[in-house]
């Protein structure tokens, strides 16, 4: 495949935006480096570069993309909402519509609020729960990210992991002082750091279904124990959703689950593919939030018509008969395809799937918790990448990422995918 144009951008974006990109994992840190693809177009599953080549893609823009590129039904919402003036700086009719929506499938967002990014709906929350128990200390999972805010990049993944910069530089001591980060998965370590500083806790922050260093289910009863455990020492439980809203089932682990926190902050899928971010929880937490109590929290670009219109619109198709059985359905045949052409050639891989989303960890067993992950061989996932790139598979570039199936992959390309993957595997035999 000829990249030349890719190689061109790249170098010139070199010399103007940092780093050549905007957000870090674009610039294939996790498999070695070198010059990113530059996409020119997308439609349904299919990536076109500014080189002509085509791909199938599984990136599937880290998680929002989930009815395909360009969907017609998102595209003419986007189109309405460019015609009809892109932002007022007034409250909409649309807002209370995606606001109903989400509360319908997601009843323990009693008041909710919109923002603009997965960080921004994450970072409130902490601070409102802070505001709430009066309490600064929180606890996370190691590995789980959730977005770049001072707080949570305190042993942080997904990117972070990926540069080998767990602790971001210019974060104060005293911020990280207030962060404890136990391992996914563990009741026990949990447990303990809930004794010893239980009374200091504000927040337990956790991915209840991980996507962070891979699709990492919770064990049986993980999130019910963390919930108690938190409970009992007056913290406030709350779930990161920023992935997880919308991309298993129509609503979010809290319904697969069964367990409700008492926050949540979502993004991603609920914009449709533009800039959103969601918080929402309790009445009585979230009546803490400006302007009816003490925590700040504002946005000029907040509940935006073109963001909320694509959310609905996003919604819509997604609440279509079949959408996540077609989802399930096509990730398993994708599941056995590669885990059948990976033990053809000898390489010893394991997948982690829900629904259609899914990892591939080379060189280990089990990944139940950040450090299995990280023990995972990344230069054997390099070689991978590069080789499915070359074949028109476009994988996110990081070991610790999951692929994205969306509504308009067909089996036509899983089955193209799993032979794609057959030749990669055998190359690397
Ligand atoms: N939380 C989770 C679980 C995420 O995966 C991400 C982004 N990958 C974020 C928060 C941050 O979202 P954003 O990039 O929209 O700020």
Not at 69 to 77: D, L, M, R, W
Not at 117 to 127: C, D, F, H
Not at 201 to 228: C, R, S, T, Y
Request: some cysteine.
């Amino acid at each position: 495949m000829d990249f030349s144009t890719s190689q061109a951008l790249h170098k010139e974006a070199q010399e103007r935006i940092v780093g050549g990109i905007n957000s870090p994992s674009r610039a294939y840190k996790g498999v070695g480096g070198g010059s990113p693809v530059y996409m020119e177009q997308g439609k349904g599953a299919y990536f076109w570069d500014v080189d002509g080549n085509q791909y199938i893609d599984y990136l599937g823009a880290y998680g929002p993309i989930i009815t395909g590129h360009a969907h017609p039904h998102i595209a003419e919402a986007i189109t309405t909402a460019a015609y009809n003036g892109v932002l007022y700086g007034t409250p909409t009719k649309m807002e209370n519509k995606l606001a109903a929506m989400l509360q319908a499938a997601i009843p323990s967002l009693e008041r909710l609020r919109f923002v603009n990014s997965g960080t921004e709906a994450v970072m409130t929350t902490v601070r409102v729960a802070r505001a709430y128990t009066g309490r600064d200390k929180i606890i996370k999972f190691s590995g789980s990210y959730h977005g770049h805010f001072d707080s949570v990049l305190v042993e942080a993944g997904s990117g972070p992991a990926t540069l080998g910069t767990p602790d971001s530089a210019g974060i104060p001591q005293t911020v990280a002082a207030d962060v404890i980060t136990v391992p996914y998965n563990d009741l026990e370590t949990f447990q303990q750091a809930m004794d010893q500083f239980g009374e200091q806790i504000a927040a337990v922050l956790v991915e209840p279904i991980v996507g962070n260093f891979g699709i990492v289910k919770p064990f049986d009863g993980f999130l019910q124990g963390v919930k108690d455990a938190t409970h009992n020492a007056g913290s406030l439980l709350i779930f990161d959703e920023v992935i997880s809203a919308f991309r298993f089932t129509y609503g979010s682990s809290q319904q697969i689950y069964g367990v409700e926190p008492d926050m949540t902050a979502m993004g991603k899928i609920i914009g449709g593919g533009l800039p959103i971010g969601a918080y929402g929880g309790r009445q009585a937490i979230m009546e803490q939030v400006a302007p009816l109590g003490p925590a700040y929290q504002a946005g000029t670009m907040s509940g935006n018509p073109a963001s909320i219109s694509a959310g609905i619109a996003c919604l819509e198709i997604l609440q279509g008969t079949g959408i996540y059985d077609k989802l399930d359905f096509l990730g398993a045949r994708l599941e056995s395809g590669l885990q059948q052409k990976a033990s053809e050639a000898g390489i010893p891989i394991t997948i982690n799937r829900m629904c259609g989303a899914l990892t591939v960890f080379f060189g280990t067993d089990d990944v139940t918790n950040y450090d299995q992950a990280d023990a995972s061989d990344g230069d054997a996932f390099s070689r991978f990448f590069w080789l499915m790139l070359e074949q028109g598979i476009n994988l996110a570039p990081s070991k610790f990422e999951a692929w994205f199936l969306t509504t308009e992959h067909t089996e036509a390309d899983i089955d193209a995918t799993i032979e794609a993957a057959g030749k990669a595997f055998a190359a690397m035999a």
